[in-house]
């Protein structure tokens, strides 16, 4: 069986608290300061050449958050249905064509996202700020009419030609800029819209907030805007790409210390993007305190309280210790073993044959008889699998499967022809780093010697609906 996948991805503190709840509560009594962050910026995302090219778009229905905290690889639940209250919200973005390149249509396209994520009430219902102010979005058609952008709110030529050229998005105080040449499918495009109107929304509200703290939650809402219209093998898989390359930068102990000041990030300096590590950090504050816990925060910081108090209020412990809880976290991840993963599969009644499976590193094919159906399949380790359908003979590989790659082969009993000619092998591959499984591709390999290969994992009636780890003790996996 050949392979060919083409993609690898490499407290009571009663006091403290009595004492920012009156500092809150006094301050309250006042006119507030008119908050402005500044510049926020969407950085030039390592993950954006992760990303699979074509996005499978997915349904109509809303995530929104639950208040009693979190659950893994979201914000909360779902709804479906826009209320009078949320195109009242949507009226007041207010996007445009900038520049050559931009067009009615990518306006048109940037509404729909809008609309199907409902991205002003998801940001304010999960982090309990309004949104104020209208808000500006200016969709760019490329690098010069995005650097001609950036110079007209005041930056430099230098930052407006460098930011150009590796930021995904710009905000500053309730103008958003994107590059459209750096967000090329609905999937970019959705995430750098709620990322983006997280960082506007913050502007609107709050005077101050530590880089890696706004930089977190942007993230982590970018993230929740992007899993709403994407294909959820296609979204998980991206999810722990991002997250095994910080797992990976701290198990070479070059994981650096979360940065207030987002002059780091600015700097371009850093062998890694923080963004990635402020989302972890964000992510495990929700897992541990629950969504509720950064509301608080947020609202002490909105009535302008002591930054370093609130957070012992908010989440019982000083930031230090909670960045050396972080870092302990990320290198017992990178140290954690490989347990395998378990799929999910649904297998149409048209595909007759066999499903087969090569662990990362094994030279036996372990396979499955396909019937028709939905079932989880679990491959262990050492490449056994346990499941419902009937096991086949394995199958020994003289071209062993590498050290990175889980290999599942589909075996048709008669022949497959793709757009009229014969294929020879096809399968999908899942990358694997750190015990952590994700989907790289689909491979077709035909007669005629060429290979074609899908981002979305479906082939021939059979899909590939989900994937989750055996090992429940690795802390990444909690997190995603």
């Known amino acids: 069986m050949k392979k060919s996948p083409d993609k690898v991805f490499h407290l009571s503190i009663a006091i403290i608290a009595i004492f920012v709840t009156l500092v809150s509560l006094l301050s309250m009594i006042y006119e507030r300061i008119p908050p402005s962050l500044g510049q926020i910026l969407s950085v030039s995302r390592v993950w954006s050449a992760l990303h699979a090219n074509t996005p499978w778009l997915g349904g109509t229905a ?23 209250a949320d195109q009242a919200l949507l009226e007041k973005v207010n996007v445009k064509a900038v520049g050559k390149g931009a067009t009615a249509e990518d306006v048109a396209n940037a509404k729909r996202l809008l609309k199907q994520i409902n991205t002003p009430e998801l940001i304010q219902n999960t982090v309990q700020l309004p949104l104020k102010q209208p808000i500006t979005i200016e969709l760019i058609g490329n690098t010069s009419a995005y650097a001609s952008a950036l110079k007209s709110l005041g930056l430099n030529p230098s930052e ?17 800029l994107i590059p459209l040449s750096q967000n090329k499918d609905n999937a970019d495009l959705a995430n750098t819209l709620t990322h983006e109107m997280t960082h506007a929304i913050f502007n609107q509200n709050i005077s101050y907030l530590p880089s890696w703290i706004n930089e977190g939650i942007a993230v982590t809402m970018g993230m929740t805007g992007q899993k709403v219209v994407e294909n959820a093998t296609v ?16 198990g070479q102990n070059q994981l650096q210390p979360l940065a207030d000041d987002e002059s780091v990030i600015l700097s371009g300096k850093t062998s890694y993007d923080y963004e990635l590590q402020d989302w972890l950090a964000v992510r495990d504050l929700i897992f541990e305190h629950g969504v509720a816990a950064i509301d608080r925060y947020l609202s002490l910081m909105s009535h302008h309280a002591d930054e370093s108090q609130a957070f012992i209020v908010a989440f019982g412990e000083k930031e230090d210790v909670f960045n050396q809880h972080l870092t302990h976290l990320l290198k017992t991840a990178a140290a954690s073993t490989d347990e395998g993963a378990t799929f999910g599969l649904t297998i149409g009644s048209q595909f007759k044959g066999s499903i087969d499976f090569l662990q990362h590193g094994k030279t036996e094919w372990e396979g499955v008889e396909a019937k028709a159906g939905s079932y989880q399949i679990t491959v262990q380790q050492d490449g056994r699998l346990e499941g419902a359908l009937p096991a ?8 062993p499967s590498d050290d990175n790659t889980l290999y599942i082969s589909l075996t048709p009993k008669g022949a497959l022809t793709w757009q009229g000619t014969k294929v020879t092998d096809c399968g999908f591959a899942f990358d694997v780093h ?25 082939l021939f009636g059979v899909t590939i609906t989900s ?5 429940s003790n690795d802390p990444i996996v909690k997190l995603l």
């Open 235 to 250: 979204y998980a898989a991206y999810e722990r790409q991002l997250a095994e390359s910080i797992v990976d930068v701290a």
């Open 62 to 84: 809303q995530t929104l958050v639950n208040r009693s905290g979190d659950v893994p690889g979201g914000v909360g639940t779902t709804k479906t249905e826009t209320t009078r």
């Open 160 to 176: 407006a030609a460098g930011l150009s050229m590796d930021t995904g998005g710009f905000t500053q105080n309730s103008t958003i």
């Open 392 to 399: 086949v003979a394995p199958i020994t590989d003289v071209d």
């Open 467 to 471: 994937e989750s780890e055996v090992n």
């Open 434 to 458: 750190d015990g952590l499984y994700s989907f790289a591709d689909a491979w077709v390999s035909l007669a005629n010697g060429q290979t074609v290969y899908q981002s979305t994992p479906t």
